[in-house]
């Protein structure tokens, strides 16, 4: 599977949006982009994936570029709850599996 | 609510001990996947059991193994266990045996202290 890379840490008022990048430079055609948070130490929590298209959903919004070599995640209205360490994670054809990296970590302030 | 249920929630034991950690996995799932967390070590893959069988395989120490039972719940098998062993472990499950488009839900973990 492609790696990621995520900044460390992230910072986000309450009620902004909060946009969090993941780059994904190796990239190949067949492999999904996901992401997951995980809120202290519960179990990792799906958000959102997505393979060349924008995608939304109920939590989030999915930007791609077109090159797909990078992506963003979009919590449009960030609250308390969100607080979390977010991962980004590519995922191909034949990985049974997720491999998760150190994500970020994002806080977000009153 | 994943609909994936874990147990026990939490478990302490001593070195040398042996201990077996439970998972359900949602209505309808075929596979299960076994993830360990540690401090240092982030969330590593452990197994994944596909409909009975073991289908790929991870980190895992040779104390430790997996099965995965008819009614395809599956339990992690853990023995002669070191403080090192003291970790967050999750379950996970998807419907199929683990395509590029399936996502995983996740359980909400057994916390393992060996003391």
């Known amino acids: 599977d492609a790696k990621t890379t995520q900044p460390t840490s992230m910072d986000c008022a309450e009620g902004r949006a909060a946009n969090l990048p993941c780059n994904h430079s190796?990239?190949?055609?067949?492999?999904?982009v996901y992401w997951y948070r995980q809120i202290h130490s519960q179990g990792p929590q799906y958000i959102i994936h997505?393979?060349?298209n924008n995608e939304t959903n109920e939590m989030a919004s999915l930007i791609i570029t077109e090159d797909r070599k990078s992506s963003t995640l979009i919590l449009p209205h960030a609250t308390l709850r969100d607080t979390a360490v977010y991962y980004c994670?590519?995922?191909?054809?034949?990985?049974?599996?997720?491999?998760f990296g150190t994500g970020t970590r994002l806080t977000v302030i009153p | 609510d994943s609909g994936v249920t874990q147990t026990p929630k939490h478990l302490i034991t001593a070195t040398g001990q042996r201990v077996t950690l439970r998972c359900s996995p949602r209505?309808?799932?075929?596979?299960v996947y076994w993830y360990q967390q540690s401090l240092d070590q982030g969330l590593q893959f452990l197994i994944q059991?596909?409909?009975?069988?073991?289908?790929a395989k991870g980190n895992i120490l040779e104390r430790f193994s997996a099965q995965q039972f008819p009614d395809l719940h599956s339990e992690l098998n853990l023995s002669s266990l070191e403080l090192g062993d003291s970790a967050l472990y999750f379950c996970?499950?998807?419907?199929?045996?683990?395509?590029?488009?399936?996502?995983?839900?996740f359980g909400s973990g057994t916390q393992l202290s060996v003391l």
């Open positions: 994670i590519v995922r191909g054809t034949g990985a049974n599996n997720l491999f």
């Open positions: 209505s309808g799932d075929l596979s």
């Open positions: 996970a499950s998807s419907p199929r045996e683990g395509w590029a488009n399936e996502k995983l839900f």
């Open positions: 190796t990239i190949s055609g067949n492999e999904y």
């Open positions: 997505g393979l060349k």
């Open positions: 059991y596909y409909n009975g069988e073991e289908r």
